[in-house]
């Protein structure tokens, strides 16, 4: 699994242990969600304040 994060648009460099977490938390939100099998390709969460 290949997880990146950006804020404000600047990458944010992440080891193996937060993309692991962040990954994840991400999959097990969206795999419990009706409609999302876990044949998924991939997965994007934005967040805008």
Known sequence: MNVSLK???KAVDL?????????NAA???AESLRGVGHDWK???IRIDK
Not at 15 to 23: C, D, H, T
């Open 27 to 29: 999959v097990a939100m």
């Open 15 to 23: 080891n193996a242990f937060p993309q692991e977490i962040i990954g």
């Open 42 to 44: 991939g997965i994007e």
């Open 7 to 9: 804020v404000d648009g």
